[in-house]
Structure formats: structure tokens, C-alpha cells
């Protein structure tokens, strides 16, 4: 018995090894037309799931180079995540680690890539805004400010929100682009454009969730030696306006229960 579940799981794994990779790995003693319907199978719903989650990246590669690069993906990465649904997030990290530099990839490849997957997983995280995360009504000035849990502030040396088939730079950009992506009440996902300013007062109501808006407009009018603070805290009013329009910010924080 045991010989036969050795020979039984070295046949599985040479069958896997040839689907993952068929010119490197021959199966010799079954008929190739058999083979060939499950090396298809397999592939397109690994192609047919990468292409749905990263369009714009379709769009923008040749047939050619877009299943060369899914093949080079289904050969050597090792997924840890065994979910399919997270398998946008495993071909993600192997372009970051595995594939590093190529001839066919743009220079924006990962992070194109990135911003793209950001849609998906907002989109499906299990996180809701429920009504006691923040007091929708609070003073975000006299109050500390409550980001939702499904707004990420990104950074990126290529402006990624704008490429397409019309518009692929080939050098970053001379600043940042600073993002919000976020998923609001309709379950909607959407993207915001900001500022570094607007950037930096999103990293402290983060790092301080104590602190009302007001003291952190403060620090950030200091950090820049503004010569007016007063002007820096109206400005930061107005952008809390507008966070909180888009359900990027929620509100306050609620007074801990007595």
C-alpha cells in the first residue's frame, strides 16, 4: 500500500509540475490530446480570473506579451493564499518579488498593478461602515477625526490613475501621485486625487487618533512654517467637508462608554 501512495503522489505531482509548465515538464505516458484539455482548463481560469481584475493592465499588453507573463506566473509562483479570490494579491506579489525587472514590462507595470488591486480587495473586504465607528455629526475640529477603515492613502511615482491605451509614461512623474481609494456607503469604490498636505493630515489622524483636527492642522501649519496657522486650520475645514462627502471620513470619535 504504501509503494502504491508513492507512486500514486509522485504521478500527481509530475501531472501538476507538466500543467504548471508543460515545456519544461513532459508526462510521456499519457495521451497529449487528454492532457491538453486540462492544461487549458486550468490556465484560462487562472488568465480569465487576472484579466477581470487587472483590465486596464490587459488592455495595455499584446496577447503575446499578457499569456507570457500569465504563464510565467503559473509556472513559478507559489501561491500561500489558497483562496481564488486572492489570486489578483499572489500575481501581485510576484510581479514585486519574483519576475522583478523584464524586457516586455512598462515601467509602471507594479504599480499600475497595484492601484488596480486596490479596487478589488476594497471591494471585497468584509468590512462595513456600521454607525458606531464614528459620531457622524462631530466636530472633526474639535473632535478626533474618524477615517474609514476602507479608505487607503497610496503613494505612487506614476500618476496610475490616468494610464491607459492614450497615455503610458515612460518616466515618474516629478512629484507623487497621492491617492484615496476608497469604498463608501453604496459599496461603491472610488478614487480621490489629493495633495501632499491633504496626504500627511490622513498619515496623523492615523498615527494619532486621540488628537482633534484642529491640533493636527496645527503641527501640519508648523511642519511647513506656514505664516498664517489660522489659514492652514480653514483649509483643513474645508477638507474634512469634503472627506466626509465621499465617506472617507465617517465623523468623530464616539466618547468611550462610561
Not at 69 to 75: G, L, P, Q
Amino acid at each position: 500500500m504504501a509503494e502504491a501512495w508513492t507512486d500514486f503522489r509522485a504521478r500527481q505531482l509530475a501531472f501538476s509540475a507538466h500543467l504548471r509548465d508543460p515545456r519544461r515538464n513532459e508526462v510521456a505516458d499519457i495521451e497529449d490530446r487528454r492532457l491538453k484539455i486540462y492544461r487549458e482548463l486550468f490556465y484560462n481560469n487562472v488568465e480569465n480570473c487576472l484579466a477581470a481584475a487587472f483590465p486596464v493592465l490587459r488592455k495595455l499588453s499584446s496577447d503575446a506579451v499578457w499569456h507570457e507573463r500569465v504563464r510565467d506566473f503559473y509556472a513559478r509562483h507559489r501561491c500561500k493564499a489558497p483562496q481564488f479570490h486572492r489570486l489578483p494579491e499572489e500575481f501581485l506579489r510576484f510581479l514585486e518579488e519574483v519576475r522583478t525587472e523584464h524586457p516586455d514590462d512598462p515601467p509602471f507595470l507594479r504599480e499600475l498593478a497595484h492601484y488596480e488591486w486596490v479596487e478589488l480587495a476594497l471591494s471585497v473586504s468584509p468590512l462595513e461602515l456600521s454607525p458606531e465607528l464614528a459620531d457622524p455629526n462631530g466636530d472633526p475640529l474639535a473632535q478626533p477625526p474618524v477615517i474609514s477603515p476602507l479608505a487607503w492613502t497610496l503613494a505612487y511615482r506614476y500618476p496610475v490613475h490616468r494610464i491607459g491605451p492614450d497615455f503610458q509614461p515612460s518616466t515618474p512623474g516629478a512629484e507623487p501621485t497621492w491617492l484615496i481609494v476608497n469604498r463608501d456607503r453604496t459599496d461603491t469604490v472610488r478614487f480621490m486625487q489629493i495633495n501632499a498636505v491633504t496626504a500627511r493630515l490622513m498619515t496623523l489622524i492615523e498615527a494619532r487618533p486621540e488628537a482633534s483636527g484642529r491640533d493636527l492642522l496645527l503641527d501640519i501649519a508648523a511642519e511647513l512654517a506656514h505664516p498664517d496657522p489660522e489659514a492652514v486650520v480653514a483649509e483643513g475645514a474645508q477638507i474634512f467637508e469634503r472627506l466626509r462627502a465621499r465617506d472617507i471620513l465617517l465623523g468623530t470619535r464616539r466618547p468611550a462608554a462610561g
